[in-house]
T-cell receptor
Framework: SQKIEQNSEALNIQEGKTATLTCNYT??????LQWYRQDPGRGPVFLLL?????KEKRKERLKVTFDTTLKQSLFHITASQPADSATYLC????????????FGTGTKLQVIP | GAVVSQHPSWVICKSGTSVKIECRSL??????MFWYRQFPKQSLMLMAT?????????EQGVEKDKFLINHASLTLSTLTVTSAHPEDSSFYIC???????????FGAGTRLSVL
């Protein structure tokens, strides 16, 4: 069955460092992969979308890579700030017309001042 | 842009009553709206997908008579939890996407507590 794995353990890093979050998937050939941020008690907020034929995407301090061979996406936040503390969800959408988006369980990031 | 408003943000009700949750896209036309349920420390579980003017498509295991979805216009979808019971207590989140877009814009969520 299709599976999306994100590290369930919280990631604690020092302010100013680069945070790297991992999203692995199995039994899936997504056409798109997305990253969302979710704060406690709030709905997710879209951050970045990367297509299967793209290796890397950047937006300000954010960078996403997509390796369809490894079936993995890495999400980087450079020069991290305490305000970046949140849960980050990866989401995959299949191919062939509209396909529903499946979300991972998310990784909680804590940036320590 | 791309703001989705969800109301109410928090509701407490007695067992057996019905609760309606509204989801509005404020600055774009949402051809498709989605309803999710999220338990603590778990991922979003898609309940149903609705397109304006047509019946919602429910995910396996979701009772359509229990969770009534109406998508009457391009900017409004409602989810009604009928005859709510304590096991229906959860965090419900809606999202909306515009035509030919893959990005979903989420509402702030509704915390439902059934006593």
């Amino acid at each position: 069955s299709q599976k999306i794995e994100q590290n369930s353990e919280a990631l604690n890093i020092q302010e100013g460092k680069t945070a790297t979050l991992t999203c692995n998937y199995t039994n899936y050939s997504p056409a798109y992969l997305q990253w969302y941020r979710q704060d406690p008690g709030r709905g997710p907020v879209f951050l970045l979308l990367i297509r299967e034929n793209e290796k890397e995407k950047r937006k300000e301090r954010l960078k996403v890579t997509f390796d369809t061979t490894l079936k993995q996406s890495l999400f980087h936040i450079t020069a991290s700030q305490p305000a970046d503390s949140a849960t980050y969800l990866c989401a995959l959408e299949g191919r062939g017309g509209y396909q529903k988006v499946t979300f991972g369980t998310g990784t909680k990031l804590q940036v320590i001042p | 842009g791309a703001v989705v408003s969800q109301h109410p943000s928090w509701v407490i009700c007695k067992s057996g009553t019905s609760v309606k949750i509204e989801c509005r896209s404020l600055d774009f036309q949402a051809t498709t709206m989605f309803w999710y349920r999220q338990f603590p420390k778990q991922s979003l579980m898609l309940m149903a997908t609705s397109n304006e003017g047509s019946k919602a498509t429910y995910e396996q295991g979701v009772e359509k008579d229990k969770f009534l979805i109406n998508h009457a216009s391009l900017t409004l979808s409602t989810l009604t939890v009928t005859s709510a019971h304590p096991e229906d207590s959860s965090f419900y989140i809606c999202s909306a996407s515009a035509e030919a877009k893959n990005i979903q814009y989420f509402g702030a969520g509704t915390r439902l507590s059934v006593l």
